[in-house]
């Protein structure tokens, strides 16, 4: 695929305006305040890496660039922090050097994929009634209970000094991603329903609501 004349000059982001990954690339690209075109995977079911922005992985989202195309959104969003003049403070997954705090970050980002999973296997037609269903549930559940319950303290024991964080644009991306695809009510998460409430004062969260690409 060869890229539009657009994408030479400022990035793309390629990716899904309902996916909590491609969801997290578009609030740090609005912190960031870099100016870039998104650029919609319409079909989920495609097996041509070029619908993903060349990613052999077959996974949103990415980003192309002048210097090339980054897979995945941990590696567009530190491309996109690179980018951007000045370069606000973020705490990134690697600064995360107390257990609650990293702990919290793999299971936010475990619980995205199992999302993923379950919502891939609805939409491709499996049942849900197989033990490894029923695991990825479970396994989801007590990931959201774990982190409702140290999210308090989590978010305590970020740098105080920091503009964003990795671990709170993916929390949200996350906990807001549950219902809008009707995965897992969050009603009961009383502490990750304030810390979003917090979250989506922020103008990069209203700016990227969930929705289907037409």
Same mark, same amino acid.
């Given at each position: %695929?060869?890229?539009?004349?657009?994408?030479?000059?400022?990035?793309?982001?390629? #990716? *899904?305006s309902?996916?909590?990954?491609? *969801?997290?690339?578009?609030?740090?690209?609005?912190?960031? *305040?870099?100016?870039?075109?998104?650029?919609?995977? !319409? +079909?989920?079911?495609? &097996?041509?890496?070029?619908d993903?922005?060349?990613?052999?992985?077959?996974?949103?989202?990415?980003l !192309? =660039?002048?210097?090339g195309?980054?897979? #995945?959104?941990l /590696?567009?969003?530190?491309?996109?922090?690179?980018? &951007?003049?000045?370069?606000?403070?973020v705490?990134?997954?690697?600064?995360? +050097?107390?257990?609650v705090? $990293?702990?919290?970050?793999?299971?936010?980002?475990q619980?995205?994929?199992?999302?993923?999973?379950?919502?891939? &296997?609805?939409?491709?037609?499996?049942?849900?009634?197989?033990?490894?269903?029923?695991?990825?549930?479970?396994?989801?559940? /007590?990931? %959201?209970?774990?982190?409702?319950?140290?999210?308090?303290?989590?978010?305590? $024991?970020?740098?105080?000094?920091? +503009?964003?964080?990795?671990?709170e644009?993916?929390?949200?991306?996350?906990?807001?991603?549950?219902?809008?695809?009707?995965?897992?009510?969050? $009603?009961?998460?009383?502490?990750?329903?304030?810390f979003?409430?917090?979250?989506?004062?922020?103008? &990069?969260?209203?700016? =990227?609501?969930?929705?289907? +690409?037409?």
């Open positions: %695929m060869t890229a539009a004349p657009e994408a030479l000059t400022r990035p793309v982001i390629i #990716g *899904r309902s996916s909590h990954f491609t *969801r997290i690339t578009r609030i740090f690209a609005s912190e960031m *305040r870099i100016g870039h075109s998104f650029q919609v995977l !319409r +079909d989920i079911m495609s &097996s041509n890496p070029e993903y922005g060349g990613n052999p992985a077959l996974k949103i989202p990415s !192309r =660039t002048p210097r195309t980054w897979f #995945g959104a /590696n567009v969003c530190r491309e996109l922090w690179r980018q &951007s003049s000045p370069r606000p403070r705490v990134w997954p690697e600064d995360l +050097d107390q257990p705090l $990293a702990n919290a970050q793999e299971l936010v980002l619980a995205m994929s199992t999302e993923v999973a379950l919502i891939m &296997s609805r939409v491709g037609g499996a049942g849900d009634s197989s033990a490894h269903h029923a695991k990825m549930r479970t396994s989801l559940g /007590n990931m %959201m209970s774990w982190l409702d319950e140290n999210a308090s303290s989590a978010l305590a $024991a970020l740098p105080p000094h920091r +503009d964003l964080s990795f671990l644009v993916s929390l949200f991306c996350l906990v807001t991603h549950l219902e809008f695809r009707e995965v897992l009510p969050t $009603a009961p998460y009383s502490e990750l329903n304030r979003c409430q917090r979250f989506s004062t922020r103008a &990069s969260a209203s700016e =990227t609501p969930y929705r289907f +690409d037409a």
